[in-house]
């Protein structure tokens, strides 16, 4: 079965599913299955298990017996949680009526998709960019209209023009995910707020993925559009437990929105998976309100590790990369690299490192490869003495 | 604001997700928000929290460190079970292949209406129905078309005739909810396999929601698909953890679907909420294999709680029922009652008992009333006493 064609045509499907982007990332780790000794780097996952004290909230909530259904948006406890630690995170006041938790960040993305898309619309976004906002686009029937970051000076830009030149009457959401998986690019305060100034004008929504909010190496938290919006603007903004807290298995998310829009996310949470497992809110209650010193652990071993990788890499005569300041991935130019899928493979076989190929991220990726750094100093030595005849 | 109209228009959504429907089985349970006292049987949730032998399984799962992302369509180990399970009950082979672990009977549903539903079809569907299919069409922009049940000698009977003339070119799937929720009516095999002897012919898929599979009072379980259908046929069962092993707030659910549909799924649960919890995905595997003692212990208990409820009912003047052999509600006409949602709020205020109205499940329900009787005989002999003299 091709990878390009899941399903076969007689399975009478809808044409767009048949179409459905399949992962690349996995098309490569599926081939690493078996293989003895491979470091996997592949995908965007912390190694670190949750820590003892979130997993002892939840074991207790599930001891207490909380194993019934919850309100739709989520635990008035979680939300008003949520509430707190971004009022004090961006020193603005969101009230808990602008929080909706989800069953992930990846279903917080499903439910403003299928809020905003359908085959009418499109959506504008910045590349490169992690492949699953694709897929919820062309589920929900709509066309995606890539703008390219650029680089310059060793680092990541986002010329604004081109994202306004891409909008158009049918244009429902711009959809930008700041800090950046893969690049680690963020977009600043004042982007943010010339972007929202267009999209009021034009009415259109923005889609704002910051799961990366608390992933940074140069500064206490990435900007976020929360900090330059109103709390009417026509905002989603994505969260995620996964990141900030290693609870990626959870499947804990949530969103921030308009107010209005709450009696709407209550029934798109409903008809959608109905919301998250009720011990996992009550653990994230726990993560949100005591998860400080943990996030503060993190962030400090991903930045030596960033360091590590970022040292290592620079060294190696094909590679051309900044540091990233935010998020756990190095994206690195390969010189003379042209198939990057090929080359997932290459160093797969030869240099046993599982590593990303850029073209996972859209076309603009090319050229490119994705290593994610969340990872013990010792393995990433490791991988990088394994890559570094690939590369030199 | 409005609860037909969620969203204000100014939001610029999606003209479909303006009349998503609302929840006329929340709307009802809102106003009893603060009234102390009412003794609610208007959700579909038993009143036993999950039992200790799989809660301990989770909390040892967490306990492991068992917090990482899982393979997209479930462990290898709870899919292996599921397989073991279904085979088992069906008395036929049914390959781990098949099987897709999802967050929910409902994300179950959902990922099937995305791989059929766009604006260009058409889906066909039995009534009475929990109200949360008709969402899920909605949101993907097809167009829902109703054959009722219809009732005779004391029971709910399909006219298989009329599903058929339902259906036309644009018909993508027929649903099926049976057992049924809300009126405990179940499909004979008989009528599974005339189904799918027209489906077949018109290369028309059936959803089969059998959430209440085991649910059943007058047999080891309800006929299902899985016992008529071949591998290949166009069919997506649905089922969840929540009803047989009381594990509502858990989101667990799965789906078996031919072989050939896996890796479509296995994308569509990525771009969706990517699986059900970690954790959860452990315990389940425990429910599964140690759980028939609880699934008898809990019929047994249901059963007597049907009994009760049944004869209390049936015994007053303005009712008018039979007992339902499966899933755990009483479905019941009440003479001369013209609108359903007002009589539930009367029932709430006037007897302080939060039932849901029978317009929640579609027309059809209109002039019916839904009480969970998945409760204490006392807390329900107490119910029947305070709704007596409304229904006398």
Redesign the interface.
């Known amino acids: 079965?091709s990878p390009d064609r899941?399903?076969?045509p007689e399975?009478?499907?809808?044409p767009?599913?048949h179409t459905?982007?399949?992962?690349r990332i996995r098309e490569i780790s599926r081939l690493g299955v078996g293989l003895p000794g491979v470091i996997p780097l592949w995908?965007g996952?912390g190694d670190e298990?949750?820590p003892k004290f979130i997993?002892d909230a939840?074991?207790r909530a599930?001891?207490e017996?909380?194993?019934?259904?919850?309100p739709n948006r989520g635990i008035p406890e979680l939300r008003a949680a949520l509430a707190v630690y971004m009022s004090g995170l961006y020193g603005r006041p969101i009230g808990e009526d602008r929080v909706t938790v989800t069953?992930?960040g990846?279903?917080a993305i499903?439910l403003a998709m299928?809020?905003?898309?359908?085959?009418t619309?499109n959506i504008v976004h910045v590349t490169p960019l992690w492949p699953?906002f694709l897929?919820?686009v062309t589920?929900m029937?709509a066309e995606p209209r890539a703008v390219p970051l650029g680089e310059r000076g060793g680092g990541w830009v986002l010329d604004l023009e081109r994202v306004f030149a891409a909008c158009d009457d049918n244009t429902?959401a711009v959809v930008v995910n700041s800090p950046s998986n893969p690049t680690g690019w963020m977009m600043t305060n004042e982007e943010q707020s010339e972007l929202l100034a267009f999209c009021r004008r034009r009415?259109i929504?923005i889609i704002a993925d910051e799961v990366y909010a608390r992933i940074v190496y140069d500064r206490h938290h990435a900007p976020s559009f929360l900090e330059v919006a109103e709390p009417e603007d026509?905002l989603f903004v994505v969260n995620s437990f996964s990141k900030s807290w290693?609870?990626?298995?959870?499947?804990l998310g949530w969103l921030t929105t308009?107010a209005?829009?709450g009696?709407?996310l209550?029934?798109?949470n409903?008809?959608?998976?109905?919301?998250?497992?009720?011990?996992?809110q009550h653990a994230g209650v726990v993560a949100v309100r005591e998860g400080e010193s943990y996030v503060t652990h993190l962030v400090e071993r991903y930045h030596r590790a960033r360091d590590l990788v970022h040292q290592r890499l620079s060294g190696m005569r094909r590679v051309r990369m900044s540091a990233p300041d935010a998020a756990f991935y190095a994206f690195f130019a390969v010189e003379g690299m042209r198939d990057s899928i090929a080359f997932a493979r290459e160093v797969l076989f030869e240099g046993k490192v599982g590593l990303a190929p850029g073209a996972a991220f859209g076309s603009t990726g090319e050229g490119y490869m994705r290593l994610c750094f969340a990872s013990s100093n010792e393995l990433l030595s490791q991988a990088m003495d394994r890559i570094e005849p690939l590369l030199s």
């Open positions: 079965m899941p399903v076969r399975l009478a499907l809808r767009a599913i459905l982007p399949t992962s995908f996952e298990s949750t997993t939840a074991a599930l001891a017996g909380r194993t019934f259904y919850t069953a992930s990846m279903s499903m299928q809020c905003l898309m359908d085959h619309g699953n897929g919820d589920i029937g429902r009415g929504w026509l290693s609870m990626t298995g959870w499947r308009p209005a829009l009696p709407t209550e029934m798109m409903e008809y959608n998976v109905a919301g998250a497992a009720t011990f996992a």
